[in-house]
């Protein structure tokens, strides 16, 4: 069954013409196998087997065939290609083909190149080494193609500097635009930071257990910062002092056997379900997000890199004064002032340690 869209751009001398019997008028079997291409889907690649499988051509001669592909390809409703080896037809709707027909030789050309390129877009050197054209004929064709709106400029990320051309119809594809992270081609270091700290606030979520909180002594209320100091800590938290994780909080590790640790899915799902970007966001890039936290050592892989778990970092003296720290911090060499000094058969070692025994302790 044909989309709309091709049966608009099929005429109706093209229609009902896919059998031999009674068709031996050449123009009515060209029309006829251009009917019975345009009915299937607009990028489909034919081959010669398949041609013939139409049963249009009469005794199904790769002769008459030939000659039928050759001149709709002249008209411009057959554009030829080839895959492994082979030549292969696509069928080009009577709209596009008409537009063919009114470029110049190079605008054919330059548009063909650009067309071929589809929404990964062609650089302007590379679009002149294929064409073999003048500069100035180059540009020219351009301009023209651009006045009549059938291209368009873009700009990539990896290459902001080049002059990239694609059709005007297309959009560029995320390689291109560098995805949801980008911004006319400029990073969103702000909705990269917002983004990673929500993840890692789900992940966390789910990798640690958290007791009720204490308040700290000698806290200060939200009311007792003055402008200075609320401007300082916020900088600070952009800066990566923190983000992600709440140090007031102490984090208890899940019980053996946990499998709670969220997936790349969960996690995606779970962004998406809270709407905190206001767009979609793809598996691949919460990957991305994920894999930053990871390399900061803010996260790690566990069951064979499915999940991810959220890492507890080694705190600073006045955590550990309250009462927050990790299996380093807690245990009595995480904080022994000679521990350079202990080794087997010295003065200080682990089997003469007096602290070791009240921390193994149940």
């Not at 002092?241 to 779970?270: H, I, W």
Request: charged fraction near 25%; aromatic fraction near 8%; hydrophobic fraction near 35%.
């Amino acid at each position: 069954m044909a989309t709309p869209a091709i049966e608009a751009s099929v005429k109706e001398e093209d229609v009902l013409m896919t059998e031999p019997s009674g068709v031996s008028n050449p123009k009515e079997i060209k029309n006829a196998l251009y009917a019975r291409c345009a009915s299937l889907e607009e990028d489909h690649v034919f081959d010669q087997e398949e041609l013939l499988s139409f049963n249009v051509i009469p005794n199904n001669d790769v002769a008459q065939l030939l000659k039928h592909s050759q001149q709709l390809a002249k008209e411009g409703l057959f554009k030829v290609m080839t895959k492994n080896g082979k030549i292969c037809w696509r069928v080009v709707n009577r709209k596009e083909a008409a537009k063919y027909k009114s470029f110049s030789q190079e605008e054919a050309l330059v548009y063909g190149y650009i067309e071929a390129a589809q929404r990964e877009g062609i650089w302007s050197k590379q679009l002149r080494s294929k064409t073999n054209l003048h500069m100035t004929s180059m540009n020219r064709a351009v301009k023209s193609l651009e006045a009549k709106n059938y291209i368009k400029s873009i700009q990539t990320v990896k290459f902001p500097n080049r002059k990239t051309y694609m059709l005007a119809r297309l959009q560029p594809s995320e390689d291109v635009t560098g995805g949801p992270f980008y911004s006319d081609g400029v990073l969103d270091e702000e909705f990269v930071y917002q983004m990673s700290y929500w993840a890692e606030r789900y992940v966390i979520g789910r990798s640690w257990r958290h007791p009720p909180l204490q308040e700290r002594s000698g806290k200060k209320a939200k009311s007792e910062f003055t402008q200075e100091q609320a401007e300082e800590l916020r900088a600070g938290a952009l800066r990566g002092q923190g983000a992600g994780r709440d140090r007031s909080q102490v984090m208890l590790p899940m019980p053996p056997g946990y499998n709670g640790y969220p997936t790349l899915s969960e996690v995606t799902k779970a962004i998406n379900a809270s709407k905190v970007s206001g767009i979609v966001m793809k598996e691949a890039e919460v990957g991305q997000l994920l894999d930053i936290l990871c390399w900061d050592g803010k996260l790690e892989k566990v069951r064979d890199g499915k999940a991810f778990r959220a890492v507890r970092q080694v705190f600073g003296e006045s955590d550990i004064e309250n009462g927050i720290g990790n299996g380093l911090t807690e245990s009595p060499c995480g904080r022994c002032p000679v521990f350079d000094l202990c080794e087997e058969g010295g003065p200080v070692n682990a089997g003469t340690c007096e602290y070791f025994e009240d921390w193994l302790l149940p």
